[in-house]
């Protein structure tokens, strides 16, 4: 289906998707095509009444979308970056600079990429709870916080 994603400048773009794709797939499309970053995104569908759409894993379709529909784009601020630290398991501790809505995976990347930890290795925990999905700000990380990362352990 198509759907044109509006500005408030007033331009438009249209973009093809299947009713089945996600609002976090529809982002990464905005952001490939307009270089808006998907987490400065706001999306807005008017069918009446303004409905936002905000949950990244929704199919479209589960908003109304349809063959046609129009979406108000809003592009918010960057979040502020602030800092955490992340303990490994021999105590030795390194800051990352992260946003309130950056996600758990987003941060297990740059924590490979930074100590070479596989992501499907790491554990991390913050104040006895496992991050496993969702964003940081899900778990009260705030600045300063310390991030526990243990390994998961092999075998079978």
């Known amino acids: 289906m198509e759907i044109t994603i509006v500005m408030l400048s007033g331009e438009s773009h249209n973009f093809l998707v299947n009713p ?3 609002v976090g797939a529809l982002k990464k499309l905005i952001q490939d ?3 808006v970053s998907s987490e400065r995104q706001r999306l807005v569908y008017d069918n009446g009444h303004r409905t936002f759409l905000e949950v990244d894993s929704m199919p479209v379709s589960a908003y109304g979308l349809q063959n ?3 979406v108000s784009l809003i592009v918010t601020e960057s979040p502020p970056t602030f800092q955490v630290f992340l303990r490994n398991e021999k105590g030795k501790s390194s800051t990352y600079d992260v946003t309130s809505e950056e996600t758990v995976s ?9 100590e070479g930890v596989a992501v499907s290795q790491q554990r991390l925990v913050f104040q006895d709870r496992e991050m496993a999905s969702g964003k940081l700000s ?3 990380v705030k600045e300063h916080s310390t991030i526990d990362m243990m390994m998961r352990l092999r075998g079978g």
């Not at 987003?106 to 930074?114: H, I, P």
Request: net charge positive; no cysteine; hydrophobic share 20%.
């Open 20 to 22: 089945n794709d996600t």
């Open 33 to 35: 095509k307009l270089g």
């Open 68 to 70: 046609g529909s129009r």
């Open 106 to 114: 987003d941060f297990k990347a740059k924590v490979q990429t930074r």
């Open 138 to 140: 899900d778990y009260g």
